[in-house]
């Protein structure tokens, strides 16, 4: 008796997605029997089946009942950046369809959440001022002793985020403590509050000095629409935030944005699908139809363990 084949070696030998495979399959096109809730094919029928005589003696095959399949997914918590919108959008229409619930909660509370088991994926982007790198020494210390995998999404540029024509003028860090100005902030555990939290240590101001300061937005788009509808005459995010609503943009740094999991996670097929996703070329030209992102990482697994 010839070995059976599972649904995706049928589907590889066919050059087609495992979910067309299934529809061929429930149309009654290809034959195939079930032992115990997986679907099998024998490779005699799918030979038959390439090269056009199946069934040509035969009475037509009866469908046979597929359970229905229920696309992998994937919780999302973390930093805000619209790439990670466009990823878990192409990842919907990957071959291998993937779901997501996405909440974007911040750089510290996404690792966070990672530790508990409450996400799959964390989006981080956490500036070391002892290691001078990004990322690895905060989930090195948020995820003691575990398997993890860190891959960058992308590099992206920060900064302020004003009206058009920069009407104030602000150039600098230093100038958002300006008489008057006032200043739409992230909320904590950000990495982009953080990234301030850390310069007016640094340069001893004190936040008592900034208007708006404790005024607290979740995204960058949150901080853009401020700013948009003169709520706020600036705030720090990146240059695409600025860009969907023509807004100006001052650079200010250059970071690098990584997607975290576990290790339990980097071993599934939705987390391969990922990584393909973002090594494709279809991904990387839609990221750089926005502005303030460099790819030259995108895709490169950067810890592993």
């Known amino acids: 008796m010839s070995l059976t084949l599972t649904a995706a070696e049928a589907a590889k030998i066919l050059k087609v997605s495992k979910y067309t495979l299934y529809e061929l399959v429930k149309r009654g096109e290809i034959p195939a029997h079930h032992i115990g809730r997986q679907l099998r094919i024998d490779p005699a029928v799918l030979d038959q089946y390439l090269r056009g005589t199946l069934g040509v ?16 997914a994937l919780r999302f918590i973390g930093s805000h950046d619209p790439v990670v919108e466009l990823l878990f959008e192409f990842l919907r229409h990957a071959p291998l369809p993937i779901e997501s619930s996405i909440s974007f909660k911040g750089s510290m509370d996404g690792l966070i959440a990672l530790y508990r088991g ?6 981080i982007h956490l500036w ?3 290691s001078k790198e990004y990322n690895t020494s905060f989930v090195k210390h ?8 860190i891959v960058n999404l992308v590099q992206r540029e920060q900064g302020f985020i004003v009206a058009p024509g920069n009407p104030l003028n602000l150039q600098t860090w230093d100038d958002i403590t300006i008489e008057g100005l006032n200043f739409i902030n992230r909320q904590k555990g950000s990495g982009t509050r953080l990234r301030l939290d850390a310069y007016l240590k640094a340069a001893k101001i004190s936040p ?10 979740s995204t960058h788009s949150g901080v853009a629409c401020h700013v948009a509808n003169g709520q706020a005459d600036v705030g720090v995010g990146v240059k695409a935030a600025a860009q ?3 807004l100006d943009f001052i650079p200010l740094f250059q970071e ?4 975290v999991c576990m290790g339990k996670t980097a071993k599934t097929p939705a987390w391969n699908q990922l990584l393909s996703v973002l090594k494709s070329p279809g991904f990387i030209q839609a990221v750089h139809q926005q502005k303030g992102y460099d790819t030259s990482l995108t895709g490169q697994i950067l810890f592993n363990t």
């Open 57 to 72: 003696n035969d009475p037509a095959p009866k469908p046979i009942s597929v359970p229905p399949l229920i696309s992998p």
């Open 118 to 123: 409450e996400a799959d994926i964390s989006g």
């Open 128 to 130: 070391d001022e002892v």
């Open 142 to 149: 948020v995820i003691p002793g575990e398997s993890v995998c």
């Open 208 to 217: 008592g000095r900034i208007l708006g300061y404790e005024h607290e937005e």
């Open 244 to 246: 969907r609503l023509g």
């Open 256 to 259: 690098r944005y990584d997607l």
